[in-house]
Protein backbone atom coordinates (compact mmCIF):
# COMPACT_ATOMS: atom_id res chain seq x y z
CA UNK A 1 0.00 0.00 0.00
CA UNK A 2 1.19 3.79 -0.11
CA UNK A 3 1.31 3.83 3.35
CA UNK A 4 4.28 0.79 3.17
CA UNK A 5 6.35 2.88 0.18
CA UNK A 6 5.74 6.85 2.36
CA UNK A 7 6.80 5.31 5.76
CA UNK A 8 9.97 2.90 4.45
CA UNK A 9 13.07 4.87 6.22
CA UNK A 10 15.67 5.19 3.38
CA UNK A 11 18.99 5.53 5.61
CA UNK A 12 17.36 3.26 8.62
CA UNK A 13 17.14 -0.86 7.90
CA UNK A 14 13.94 -2.07 7.73
CA UNK A 15 13.00 -5.59 6.17
CA UNK A 16 11.34 -5.89 2.83
CA UNK A 17 8.31 -7.47 4.37
CA UNK A 18 7.07 -9.37 7.32
CA UNK A 19 7.72 -8.54 11.20
CA UNK A 20 11.14 -6.83 12.83
CA UNK A 21 12.20 -6.79 16.56
CA UNK A 22 15.68 -6.96 18.39
CA UNK A 23 18.86 -6.94 16.77
CA UNK A 24 20.70 -10.07 17.17
CA UNK A 25 24.66 -11.47 16.34
CA UNK A 26 26.14 -8.19 15.84
CA UNK A 27 29.52 -8.74 15.02
CA UNK A 28 32.05 -8.00 12.21
CA UNK A 29 33.79 -11.35 10.97
CA UNK A 30 36.95 -9.48 9.40
CA UNK A 31 35.40 -8.27 6.42
CA UNK A 32 31.63 -7.63 7.12
CA UNK A 33 29.12 -6.40 9.40
CA UNK A 34 26.28 -8.80 10.57
CA UNK A 35 23.10 -7.36 11.12
CA UNK A 36 20.42 -10.23 12.43
CA UNK A 37 17.32 -9.69 13.94
CA UNK A 38 13.96 -11.34 15.15
CA UNK A 39 12.20 -11.62 12.38
CA UNK A 40 8.63 -13.39 11.47
CA UNK A 41 8.93 -13.94 7.34
CA UNK A 42 5.53 -14.65 7.40
CA UNK A 43 3.45 -11.89 8.58
CA UNK A 44 3.33 -8.68 9.70
CA UNK A 45 3.32 -9.77 13.34
CA UNK A 46 5.28 -11.02 16.42
CA UNK A 47 5.91 -14.42 16.04
CA UNK A 48 7.30 -17.73 14.45
CA UNK A 49 11.03 -16.02 15.30
CA UNK A 50 13.68 -16.64 12.96
CA UNK A 51 16.86 -15.18 12.31
CA UNK A 52 16.70 -12.60 9.54
CA UNK A 53 19.81 -11.64 8.48
CA UNK A 54 21.48 -8.52 6.57
CA UNK A 55 25.25 -7.58 6.01
CA UNK A 56 27.45 -4.39 5.20
CA UNK A 57 30.96 -3.26 5.18
CA UNK A 58 29.83 0.36 7.02
CA UNK A 59 26.68 -0.62 8.68
CA UNK A 60 24.32 1.80 6.89
CA UNK A 61 24.32 0.44 3.46
CA UNK A 62 23.13 -2.95 3.99
CA UNK A 63 22.39 -6.13 1.25
CA UNK A 64 19.58 -8.33 2.40
CA UNK A 65 20.53 -12.21 2.86
CA UNK A 66 18.80 -15.52 3.21
CA UNK A 67 17.46 -16.00 6.79
CA UNK A 68 20.14 -17.20 9.11
CA UNK A 69 18.07 -19.26 11.83
CA UNK A 70 14.85 -20.68 11.37
CA UNK A 71 12.24 -21.86 14.06
CA UNK A 72 12.38 -25.21 14.14
CA UNK A 73 10.21 -28.10 16.43
CA UNK A 74 12.12 -27.16 19.72
CA UNK A 75 11.18 -23.68 19.33
CA UNK A 76 11.30 -19.77 17.76
CA UNK A 77 15.22 -18.65 17.33
CA UNK A 78 14.76 -16.07 20.14
CA UNK A 79 17.07 -12.87 20.83
CA UNK A 80 20.91 -13.50 20.84
CA UNK A 81 24.97 -12.94 19.74
CA UNK A 82 27.02 -14.23 17.23
CA UNK A 83 31.14 -14.76 18.05
CA UNK A 84 34.15 -15.21 15.60
CA UNK A 85 35.56 -18.46 17.02
CA UNK A 86 39.12 -17.53 15.33
CA UNK A 87 41.06 -20.22 17.17
CA UNK A 88 38.46 -23.07 17.06
CA UNK A 89 38.11 -23.23 20.96
CA UNK A 90 34.43 -24.54 20.38
CA UNK A 91 36.58 -27.70 18.38
CA UNK A 92 33.29 -27.66 16.07
CA UNK A 93 35.37 -25.94 13.32
CA UNK A 94 37.67 -28.48 11.04
CA UNK A 95 40.44 -26.07 9.72
CA UNK A 96 42.80 -23.67 11.36
CA UNK A 97 40.68 -20.56 10.69
CA UNK A 98 37.85 -21.41 13.02
CA UNK A 99 34.55 -19.57 12.28
CA UNK A 100 31.68 -17.75 13.34
CA UNK A 101 29.40 -19.41 16.74
CA UNK A 102 25.88 -18.01 16.95
CA UNK A 103 24.17 -18.57 20.83
CA UNK A 104 20.38 -17.80 20.76
CA UNK A 105 17.64 -18.86 22.54
CA UNK A 106 15.07 -21.23 21.61
CA UNK A 107 11.79 -20.44 22.92
CA UNK A 108 9.26 -22.76 23.26
CA UNK A 109 6.32 -21.95 25.47
CA UNK A 110 7.73 -23.83 29.21
CA UNK A 111 10.99 -23.70 28.51
CA UNK A 112 13.75 -21.16 27.76
CA UNK A 113 17.45 -22.30 27.01
CA UNK A 114 20.43 -21.03 24.98
CA UNK A 115 21.45 -23.10 22.05
CA UNK A 116 24.66 -23.20 19.89
CA UNK A 117 24.65 -22.89 16.02
CA UNK A 118 27.92 -22.80 13.67
CA UNK A 119 28.83 -21.39 10.27
CA UNK A 120 31.56 -22.54 7.79
CA UNK A 121 30.45 -19.59 5.23
CA UNK A 122 31.10 -16.29 6.86
CA UNK A 123 27.71 -16.07 9.21
CA UNK A 124 25.63 -16.63 5.78
CA UNK A 125 24.19 -20.14 6.82
CA UNK A 126 24.12 -21.90 10.27
CA UNK A 127 23.83 -25.71 11.57
CA UNK A 128 22.91 -26.43 15.01
CA UNK A 129 24.89 -28.03 16.91
CA UNK A 130 24.13 -31.60 17.87
CA UNK A 131 24.07 -31.63 21.67
CA UNK A 132 21.72 -28.09 21.74
CA UNK A 133 21.00 -27.11 24.28
CA UNK A 134 24.31 -25.85 25.71
CA UNK A 135 22.90 -24.03 28.49
CA UNK A 136 19.49 -24.97 30.56
CA UNK A 137 18.46 -24.29 33.69
CA UNK A 138 14.62 -26.07 33.71
CA UNK A 139 13.16 -22.19 33.35
CA UNK A 140 10.90 -20.31 31.08
CA UNK A 141 11.94 -17.20 31.35
CA UNK A 142 16.00 -17.56 30.94
CA UNK A 143 17.13 -15.40 27.36
CA UNK A 144 19.10 -13.58 25.27
CA UNK A 145 22.43 -14.78 25.67
CA UNK A 146 25.41 -12.06 24.76
CA UNK A 147 28.85 -13.80 24.93
CA UNK A 148 31.80 -11.95 24.89
CA UNK A 149 35.59 -12.76 25.28
CA UNK A 150 37.34 -11.60 28.79
CA UNK A 151 41.19 -11.43 27.59
CA UNK A 152 42.01 -10.52 31.17
CA UNK A 153 40.32 -14.24 32.34
CA UNK A 154 41.25 -15.49 28.95
CA UNK A 155 37.79 -17.18 28.93
CA UNK A 156 34.09 -16.66 27.43
CA UNK A 157 31.68 -14.94 29.39
CA UNK A 158 27.90 -14.93 28.65
CA UNK A 159 25.45 -12.60 29.87
CA UNK A 160 22.09 -13.52 30.24
CA UNK A 161 18.22 -12.53 31.32
CA UNK A 162 16.70 -14.40 34.30
CA UNK A 163 14.12 -12.07 32.81
CA UNK A 164 11.44 -12.19 35.50
CA UNK A 165 13.60 -12.58 38.35
CA UNK A 166 15.25 -9.25 37.04
CA UNK A 167 18.53 -10.60 36.86
CA UNK A 168 21.61 -10.35 34.21
CA UNK A 169 23.09 -13.93 35.14
CA UNK A 170 27.20 -14.25 34.26
CA UNK A 171 28.62 -17.48 33.20
CA UNK A 172 32.12 -18.63 31.88
CA UNK A 173 33.70 -20.93 29.68
CA UNK A 174 36.26 -22.43 27.41
CA UNK A 175 34.94 -23.68 25.22
CA UNK A 176 31.57 -22.43 24.25
CA UNK A 177 29.45 -25.32 24.80
CA UNK A 178 30.10 -25.83 28.62
CA UNK A 179 29.29 -23.07 30.85
CA UNK A 180 29.78 -22.78 35.02
CA UNK A 181 27.88 -20.22 36.67
CA UNK A 182 29.47 -17.38 38.14
CA UNK A 183 27.39 -14.30 39.59
CA UNK A 184 23.86 -13.06 39.36
CA UNK A 185 23.86 -9.29 38.96
CA UNK A 186 20.44 -7.65 40.32
CA UNK A 187 17.65 -7.13 40.47
CA UNK A 188 18.79 -3.62 40.04
CA UNK A 189 16.90 -0.77 38.20
CA UNK A 190 13.84 -0.30 37.40
CA UNK A 191 10.44 -2.60 37.97
CA UNK A 192 8.80 -3.22 35.23
CA UNK A 193 8.26 -6.88 34.01
CA UNK A 194 10.80 -8.65 32.10
CA UNK A 195 14.42 -7.65 32.34
CA UNK A 196 15.84 -8.52 28.51
CA UNK A 197 18.76 -8.65 26.12
CA UNK A 198 21.13 -7.74 28.57
CA UNK A 199 24.35 -6.66 27.03
CA UNK A 200 28.09 -5.59 28.49
CA UNK A 201 31.44 -4.02 27.25
CA UNK A 202 33.99 -1.52 27.66
CA UNK A 203 33.12 1.79 26.72
CA UNK A 204 35.54 4.34 26.39
CA UNK A 205 35.47 7.59 28.50
CA UNK A 206 36.37 10.57 26.37
CA UNK A 207 38.65 12.17 29.29
CA UNK A 208 40.81 8.61 29.29
CA UNK A 209 40.16 5.21 30.61
CA UNK A 210 37.00 3.47 29.98
CA UNK A 211 34.57 1.52 31.87
CA UNK A 212 31.95 -1.35 31.68
CA UNK A 213 28.67 -0.37 30.60
CA UNK A 214 25.74 -3.18 31.11
CA UNK A 215 22.42 -2.27 29.33
CA UNK A 216 19.69 -4.03 30.50
CA UNK A 217 16.30 -3.76 28.50
CA UNK A 218 12.96 -3.60 30.28
CA UNK A 219 9.55 -4.46 29.28
CA UNK A 220 6.74 -3.21 29.65
CA UNK A 221 7.72 -0.68 32.51
CA UNK A 222 9.31 2.06 31.38
CA UNK A 223 9.32 5.63 32.51
CA UNK A 224 7.81 6.59 29.07
CA UNK A 225 5.45 3.25 29.04
CA UNK A 226 6.07 -0.31 27.49
CA UNK A 227 9.78 -0.88 26.47
CA UNK A 228 13.11 1.20 27.53
CA UNK A 229 16.99 0.05 27.63
CA UNK A 230 18.79 0.79 31.04
CA UNK A 231 22.45 0.80 31.58
CA UNK A 232 24.37 0.69 34.45
CA UNK A 233 28.23 2.02 34.73
CA UNK A 234 30.75 -0.14 36.70
CA UNK A 235 33.41 -2.65 36.36
CA UNK A 236 33.52 -6.09 35.69
CA UNK A 237 36.24 -8.34 37.20
CA UNK A 238 35.74 -11.53 35.24
CA UNK A 239 32.88 -12.86 37.97
CA UNK A 240 30.75 -9.79 38.47
CA UNK A 241 29.38 -7.17 37.47
CA UNK A 242 29.69 -3.96 40.00
CA UNK A 243 28.05 -0.89 39.34
CA UNK A 244 30.07 2.31 40.42
CA UNK A 245 26.98 3.68 41.90
CA UNK A 246 23.44 3.33 42.88
CA UNK A 247 22.07 5.25 39.61
CA UNK A 248 20.87 3.74 36.69
CA UNK A 249 20.42 5.49 33.18
CA UNK A 250 18.38 5.47 30.77
CA UNK A 251 19.64 5.05 26.80
CA UNK A 252 16.94 7.34 25.29
CA UNK A 253 14.50 10.14 26.51
CA UNK A 254 11.40 9.15 24.13
CA UNK A 255 10.65 5.36 23.92
CA UNK A 256 11.06 3.84 20.76
CA UNK A 257 14.35 2.41 21.50
CA UNK A 258 14.71 -1.04 22.91
CA UNK A 259 16.69 -4.56 23.00
CA UNK A 260 19.60 -2.25 22.55
CA UNK A 261 22.79 -4.59 21.16
CA UNK A 262 26.37 -4.07 21.14
CA UNK A 263 28.80 -4.99 17.92
CA UNK A 264 31.29 -8.00 18.79
CA UNK A 265 34.94 -8.35 17.80
CA UNK A 266 34.92 -4.77 16.46
CA UNK A 267 38.68 -3.79 13.96
CA UNK A 268 39.39 -1.46 16.64
CA UNK A 269 38.46 -0.23 20.68
CA UNK A 270 34.81 0.61 19.75
CA UNK A 271 31.89 0.53 21.09
CA UNK A 272 29.18 1.00 18.34
CA UNK A 273 25.44 -0.27 18.90
CA UNK A 274 22.10 -0.59 17.35
CA UNK A 275 18.49 -0.99 18.92
CA UNK A 276 15.01 -1.80 17.81
CA UNK A 277 13.33 1.33 16.54
CA UNK A 278 10.11 0.35 18.32
CA UNK A 279 8.03 -0.35 21.43
CA UNK A 280 6.33 -3.91 22.30
CA UNK A 281 3.03 -1.47 23.12
CA UNK A 282 2.15 -0.42 19.21
CA UNK A 283 4.73 -2.46 17.06
CA UNK A 284 2.02 -4.52 16.14
CA UNK A 285 -0.39 -1.78 14.89
CA UNK A 286 1.78 0.43 12.90
CA UNK A 287 -0.01 1.85 10.13
CA UNK A 288 2.29 -0.26 7.72
CA UNK A 289 1.03 -3.69 6.19
CA UNK A 290 3.86 -5.41 4.66
CA UNK A 291 6.24 -4.98 7.26
CA UNK A 292 6.96 -3.53 10.22
CA UNK A 293 9.87 -2.84 12.20
CA UNK A 294 12.88 -0.93 11.85
CA UNK A 295 16.60 -0.73 13.28
CA UNK A 296 18.26 2.75 15.02
CA UNK A 297 21.46 3.97 12.79
CA UNK A 298 24.27 2.60 14.17
CA UNK A 299 25.50 4.79 17.04
CA UNK A 300 29.30 5.04 18.35
CA UNK A 301 28.71 5.16 22.30
CA UNK A 302 31.24 6.80 24.76
CA UNK A 303 31.34 7.79 28.49
CA UNK A 304 31.36 11.49 29.67
CA UNK A 305 30.87 13.16 32.80
CA UNK A 306 27.67 15.65 32.80
CA UNK A 307 27.38 18.76 34.29
CA UNK A 308 26.95 17.17 38.08
CA UNK A 309 30.23 14.87 37.22
CA UNK A 310 28.34 11.51 36.83
CA UNK A 311 30.04 9.22 33.78
CA UNK A 312 27.01 9.30 31.21
CA UNK A 313 26.21 7.28 28.18
CA UNK A 314 26.86 9.79 25.10
CA UNK A 315 25.62 8.55 21.67
CA UNK A 316 26.39 9.80 17.81
CA UNK A 317 25.09 8.48 14.39
CA UNK A 318 28.17 6.22 13.28
CA UNK A 319 29.38 7.38 9.47
CA UNK A 320 26.24 9.40 8.82
CA UNK A 321 28.40 12.09 7.36
CA UNK A 322 29.21 9.82 4.60
CA UNK A 323 25.60 9.66 3.31
CA UNK A 324 25.33 13.81 3.20
CA UNK A 325 24.01 14.86 -0.19
CA UNK A 326 23.09 18.39 -1.13
CA UNK A 327 23.53 20.60 1.84
CA UNK A 328 19.92 22.86 1.84
CA UNK A 329 20.62 26.45 1.93
CA UNK A 330 18.98 27.99 5.16
CA UNK A 331 20.89 30.78 6.55
CA UNK A 332 20.31 32.36 9.88
CA UNK A 333 22.09 34.07 12.16
CA UNK A 334 19.09 35.66 14.34
CA UNK A 335 16.40 35.67 15.48
CA UNK A 336 14.55 38.43 16.83
CA UNK A 337 11.68 37.48 20.16
CA UNK A 338 8.70 36.22 18.80
CA UNK A 339 10.03 36.26 14.94
CA UNK A 340 10.82 33.28 12.89
CA UNK A 341 12.61 31.63 10.11
CA UNK A 342 11.49 29.17 7.45
CA UNK A 343 12.82 26.91 4.48
CA UNK A 344 11.19 23.97 1.79
CA UNK A 345 12.10 20.74 2.81
CA UNK A 346 12.53 18.57 -0.42
CA UNK A 347 9.65 15.83 0.16
CA UNK A 348 10.88 12.12 0.73
CA UNK A 349 13.78 12.82 1.73
CA UNK A 350 15.70 11.78 4.86
CA UNK A 351 17.43 14.80 6.53
CA UNK A 352 20.10 15.64 8.63
CA UNK A 353 19.97 19.07 10.83
CA UNK A 354 22.80 19.97 12.60
CA UNK A 355 22.04 23.70 15.18
CA UNK A 356 23.75 25.45 17.85
CA UNK A 357 21.67 27.95 19.46
CA UNK A 358 21.80 30.27 22.77
CA UNK A 359 19.39 32.03 23.87
CA UNK A 360 19.24 35.71 25.16
CA UNK A 361 19.54 36.47 28.97
CA UNK A 362 16.13 36.89 30.55
CA UNK A 363 15.85 40.75 31.25
CA UNK A 364 16.10 41.61 34.82
CA UNK A 365 13.40 43.89 34.60
CA UNK A 366 10.91 41.98 33.96
CA UNK A 367 7.35 43.75 34.84
CA UNK A 368 5.89 41.09 37.75
CA UNK A 369 2.66 40.00 34.57
CA UNK A 370 5.76 38.67 32.77
CA UNK A 371 7.71 37.09 35.88
CA UNK A 372 7.21 33.40 34.39
CA UNK A 373 8.00 34.23 31.19
CA UNK A 374 10.71 32.00 29.20
CA UNK A 375 12.87 31.80 26.30
CA UNK A 376 11.82 29.09 24.32
CA UNK A 377 13.74 28.02 20.87
CA UNK A 378 11.04 25.78 18.41
CA UNK A 379 12.08 23.98 15.79
CA UNK A 380 9.21 22.68 13.73
CA UNK A 381 8.62 20.81 11.03
CA UNK A 382 5.94 20.47 9.42
CA UNK A 383 3.42 20.74 6.24
CA UNK A 384 0.26 22.83 5.13
CA UNK A 385 -1.97 20.28 6.03
CA UNK A 386 -1.71 21.70 10.10
CA UNK A 387 0.82 18.57 10.79
CA UNK A 388 3.44 19.36 13.34
CA UNK A 389 6.58 18.16 14.83
CA UNK A 390 7.90 19.77 17.27
CA UNK A 391 11.69 20.10 19.23
CA UNK A 392 11.49 22.86 21.22
CA UNK A 393 13.99 24.50 24.25
CA UNK A 394 13.27 26.03 27.27
CA UNK A 395 16.66 28.23 27.52
CA UNK A 396 15.53 28.97 31.21
CA UNK A 397 15.49 25.47 32.97
CA UNK A 398 17.65 23.93 30.37
CA UNK A 399 14.84 21.62 29.07
CA UNK A 400 14.29 20.09 26.02
CA UNK A 401 10.66 18.47 24.48
CA UNK A 402 9.68 16.66 21.42
CA UNK A 403 6.24 16.80 20.16
CA UNK A 404 4.94 14.28 17.88
CA UNK A 405 1.58 14.57 18.81
CA UNK A 406 0.29 16.63 16.16
CA UNK A 407 1.22 14.33 13.28
CA UNK A 408 -2.31 12.64 12.19
CA UNK A 409 -1.19 9.18 10.74
CA UNK A 410 -1.12 7.08 13.75
CA UNK A 411 -3.27 7.23 17.16
CA UNK A 412 -3.38 4.23 19.95
CA UNK A 413 -3.72 4.62 23.64
CA UNK A 414 0.39 4.02 24.21
CA UNK A 415 1.41 6.04 21.38
CA UNK A 416 2.14 8.88 23.07
CA UNK A 417 3.15 12.10 22.04
CA UNK A 418 5.28 14.36 24.36
CA UNK A 419 8.81 13.47 26.10
CA UNK A 420 11.07 15.82 27.43
CA UNK A 421 14.85 16.00 29.10
CA UNK A 422 17.06 18.07 30.85
CA UNK A 423 20.42 19.39 29.01
CA UNK A 424 22.47 21.10 31.12
CA UNK A 425 20.83 22.81 33.67
CA UNK A 426 20.90 26.98 33.45
CA UNK A 427 22.35 26.99 30.56
CA UNK A 428 21.32 28.92 27.63
CA UNK A 429 23.18 27.10 24.99
CA UNK A 430 21.86 23.53 23.24
CA UNK A 431 23.06 21.89 20.05
CA UNK A 432 21.38 19.43 18.39
CA UNK A 433 21.42 17.27 15.97
CA UNK A 434 18.50 15.45 14.79
CA UNK A 435 17.98 12.86 11.52
CA UNK A 436 14.64 12.62 10.10
CA UNK A 437 13.48 9.44 8.12
CA UNK A 438 10.18 8.51 6.98
CA UNK A 439 8.37 7.05 10.46
CA UNK A 440 11.82 7.58 12.19
CA UNK A 441 13.15 10.71 14.12
CA UNK A 442 16.18 10.54 16.23
CA UNK A 443 17.60 13.65 18.38
CA UNK A 444 21.28 13.86 19.54
CA UNK A 445 21.02 16.27 21.80
CA UNK A 446 24.37 18.36 23.64
CA UNK A 447 26.70 15.74 21.81
CA UNK A 448 24.98 13.19 22.13
CA UNK A 449 23.87 13.06 26.39
CA UNK A 450 20.67 13.23 25.48
CA UNK A 451 19.12 10.86 22.83
CA UNK A 452 15.27 10.71 21.73
CA UNK A 453 13.96 7.80 19.15
CA UNK A 454 11.22 8.32 18.34
CA UNK A 455 8.54 6.63 15.23
CA UNK A 456 7.25 9.34 13.64
CA UNK A 457 3.65 9.01 11.71
CA UNK A 458 2.02 12.05 9.53
CA UNK A 459 -0.16 11.63 6.59
CA UNK A 460 1.60 14.05 4.21
CA UNK A 461 5.09 15.29 3.90
CA UNK A 462 6.72 17.24 6.49
CA UNK A 463 7.86 20.29 3.77
CA UNK A 464 8.94 23.26 5.79
CA UNK A 465 11.50 23.29 8.63
CA UNK A 466 10.46 26.82 10.73
CA UNK A 467 13.35 28.16 13.28
CA UNK A 468 10.86 30.20 15.85
CA UNK A 469 12.33 32.19 18.84
CA UNK A 470 9.70 32.67 21.85
CA UNK A 471 9.73 35.00 24.75
CA UNK A 472 13.50 35.62 24.12
CA UNK A 473 15.68 36.12 21.22
CA UNK A 474 18.36 33.51 19.71
CA UNK A 475 21.64 33.94 18.06
CA UNK A 476 22.27 31.03 15.48
CA UNK A 477 25.91 29.46 15.38
CA UNK A 478 25.13 27.06 13.74
CA UNK A 479 22.43 25.82 11.50
CA UNK A 480 23.63 23.41 8.84
CA UNK A 481 20.42 21.14 6.51
CA UNK A 482 21.22 17.80 4.11
CA UNK A 483 19.66 15.87 2.44
CA UNK A 484 20.95 12.30 3.06
CA UNK A 485 21.26 9.32 0.58
CA UNK A 486 19.77 6.44 0.04
CA UNK A 487 21.53 3.08 2.10
CA UNK A 488 18.37 0.66 0.98
CA UNK A 489 17.21 0.29 -2.58
C1 LIG B 1 12.95 -8.41 23.42
C2 LIG B 1 12.48 -9.84 23.29
C3 LIG B 1 13.53 -10.81 23.77
C4 LIG B 1 13.20 -12.06 23.02
C5 LIG B 1 12.72 -11.53 21.70
C6 LIG B 1 11.62 -12.32 21.07
O1 LIG B 1 12.27 -7.53 22.59
O2 LIG B 1 11.27 -10.02 23.97
O3 LIG B 1 13.55 -10.99 25.17
O4 LIG B 1 14.30 -12.91 22.90
O5 LIG B 1 12.29 -10.20 21.93
O6 LIG B 1 11.38 -11.90 19.75
Given at each position: T????FY?P??H???????????NG????G??????????????Y??H???G???????L?????PI????????E?F??C??M??????????D????????Y???S?????QY?AT?H????S?T?YA??P???IG??????????F?K???Q?VM??A??R?????????ID????????D??????????????NL?E??????G?R??L????N?G???????????????D????I??????G?????????A?Q???N???A????I?????????Q?L?T????????L??T??????F???????Q?????ET????????EV???A?G?S?QV???P?K???????V?V??????LP?G????T?R????F????GET??????A???Q??L???E???F?Q??????????????DRHF????VL?A??L?I???GGL??????I????P?D?????AN??GA?V??????????V??
Amino acid sequence: TGSDVFYRPTVHFSPTTGFMNDPNGLVFDGERYHLYYQYDPFAPYAGHVHWGHASSTDMLHWKDQPIAIPETEAGEAFTGCAVMDRANASGLFEDSKGGMVALYTRASPDRQAQYLATSHDNGQSFTEYAHNPVLDIGSNSFRDPQVIFHKPTNQWVMVVAKSRLHQSAFYASIDLIHWVHLSDFGPSGLFGVDYECPNLIEVPIESGGSRWVLFVSVNPGGPTGGSITQYFVGQFDGTRFIPDDTVIGLTDFAKDAYALQVYGNMPKAEAVSIAWLGNWQYCQELPTQSWRGCMTLPRTMTLRRDFAGWLRLAQTPRGLETLRDTAIAFEVKRIAAGASAQVALPPGKALELLLSVTVDERPRDLPLGDKGRTGRFVITFGNDQGETLTIGFDAFSGQLWLDRDELKGFAQPFFTGQFSTVLNPDDRHFEIRVVLDACTLEIFANGGLSVGTALIFPVSPLDFLRLEANGAGATVEQVELFQLRKVME
